[in-house]
């Protein structure tokens, strides 16, 4: 049995699977803008948040 043709078989396949893994990446890449700016949001609020939640610091006793 020759292997040739399963070989090249496999070299399309693969390439195949390269350019679709690449065209995910430059979509993902695209979005990431959007994601950023809400990541950043996000972590605001959380910040603010745990500043609401926190006790104010109790005043010394001089």
């Keep these: ?3 040739e ?3 090249a078989h496999h070299h399309l396949h693969a390439a195949d699977l390269r350019a679709e893994a690449d065209a995910h990446r430059l979509a993902l890449a695209a979005k990431r803008p959007q994601r950023d700016l809400r990541t950043r949001v996000g972590w605001t609020l959380v910040e603010v948040g745990l500043r609401l939640a926190s006790a104010p610091p109790k005043p010394q006793l001089a």
């Design 5 to 7: 043709p399963y070989l």
């Design 1 to 3: 049995m020759n292997p």
